[in-house]
């Protein structure tokens, strides 16, 4: 089977901060399938980023998805404001609160699809106890924290294992890679099973001009 082009996701963390609603605008432009925006506490990941009402702010500046993926613990109080302010993908990590299962549902509940994210050290069986709650898979290869850090290589071998999960199990989720993806380590993870891709420093490095070039090198990978 040949594997079809992957959505392109860029991270907005390597975005200009003090032009966020036009830099949203000019991805999308620029042919990106995703908005993904990744919410830092402080707390649970060493680093703070945006709150619910950035990404409210920043909503009607495209009409692609946004992916919220959010890294803050305790994470359940905080959905339903995701929820409210445009998000349209949740994505969680097991470590952020005592039930995941119970998260997931509850971000069915208000309307969004759910995602589960894999840290680099998070075991891949947590997959199978989630499968049917989940529209989205995510595997981190990086830990989460910080826009361009180093691809982690072993986490191909967890994107293999996972798609062969979903296969077996008819999962129609979206397999979806974050951290360290550039050209050449976007086509591994195409190899490996991935059907997204988040790019932060991939996307947006050159500015405005080349993101159509930098999207599409992306998803030519
Ligand atoms: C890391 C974030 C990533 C990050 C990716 O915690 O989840 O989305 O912004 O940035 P690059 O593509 O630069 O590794
Ligand atoms: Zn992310």
Same mark, same amino acid.
Do not use: S
């Given at each position: 089977m040949t594997a079809s082009a992957p959505l392109i996701c860029p991270s907005i963390l390597a975005s200009d901060f003090a032009k966020l609603g036009a830099e949203v605008a000019a991805i999308e432009a620029a042919g990106a399938d995703w908005v993904h925006v990744d919410v830092m506490d402080g707390h649970f990941v060493p680093n703070i980023t945006i709150g619910p009402d950035v990404v409210k702010a920043l909503r009607p500046h495209a009409r692609i998805p946004f992916d919220v993926h959010l890294m803050i613990?305790?994470?359940?109080p905080f959905l339903?404001?995701?929820?409210?302010?445009?998000?349209d993908y949740m994505s969680v990590h097991p470590e952020s609160g005592p039930h995941l299962h119970r998260t997931l549902r509850r971000i069915r509940?208000?309307?969004?699809? *759910? $995602? #589960?994210?894999?840290?680099?050290?998070t075991p891949v069986e947590i997959v199978h106890e989630v499968m049917e709650e989940v529209d989205l898979v995510l595997v981190m290869s990086v830990n989460p924290g910080f826009g361009g850090q180093s691809f982690i290589s072993s986490q191909l071998r967890?994107?293999?294992?996972?798609?062969?999960?979903?296969?077996q199990a008819g999962s129609k989720a979206v397999?979806?890679?974050?951290?360290?993806?550039?050209?050449?380590?976007a086509k591994r993870c195409v190899e490996a099973g991935a059907t997204a891709l988040v790019a932060?420093?991939?996307?947006?490095?050159?500015? *405005? $001009? #080349?993101?159509?070039?930098?999207i599409r090198a992306l998803k030519g990978a």
């Open positions: 613990a305790p994470v359940d339903e404001a995701f929820r409210a302010a445009g998000a509940e208000l309307g969004a699809k *759910p $995602g #589960v994210v894999l840290n680099p050290a967890k994107i293999e294992r996972i798609r062969r999960m979903l296969d397999l979806q890679v974050d951290g360290g993806v550039n050209v050449d380590t932060g420093t991939a996307v947006f490095k050159g500015g *405005p $001009g #080349v993101y159509a070039d930098n």
